[in-house]
Nanobody, 127 residues
Framework: QLQLVESGGGLVQPGGSLRLSCAAS????????MGWFRQAPGKEREAVSC????????NYADSVKGRFTISRDDAKDILYLQMDNIKPEDAAVYYC????????????????????WGQGTQVTVSS
């Protein structure tokens, strides 16, 4: 069974840090590009960061550049998102996604063109 399971969300103060994880199973993880998306109430789902299957190509949304870091551990089949200097506008449900087909700018691939999704993990920002 193909599956992505996110974890690591929670309540964080502005300026704080969180590390999200996405555990993959049921498919060959290192064949797939991976991405983190988020969706806040009343807003569309947006790409946060993407990483190619090889790990050599990484994209970030402008809103998180310099604060978030995506990485993957192909030995453990886990995708990570290190979130530092978190801002109130980062509050959302965060989803990980997998895509088998390679694209130069993964950050520009719309959500409907990703192959597999997790159930999401909530990030709440409050002082």
């Amino acid at each position: 069974q193909l599956q992505l399971v996110e974890s690591g969300g929670g309540l964080v103060q502005p300026g704080g840090s969180l590390r999200l994880s996405c555990a993959a199973s049921g498919f060959t993880f290192d064949y797939y590009a991976m991405g983190w998306f988020r969706q806040a109430p009343g807003k569309e789902r947006e790409a946060v960061s993407c990483i190619s299957a090889s790990g050599r190509s990484i994209n970030y949304a402008d809103s998180v550049k310099g604060r978030f870091t995506i990485s993957r551990d192909d030995a453990k089949d886990i995708l990570y998102l290190q979130m530092d200097n978190i801002k109130p506008e980062d509050a959302a449900v965060y989803y990980c996604a997998a895509r088998e087909r390679w694209t130069v700018q993964l950050i520009n691939v719309p959500p409907e063109q990703w192959d597999l999704w997790g159930q999401g993990t909530q990030v709440t920002v409050s002082s």
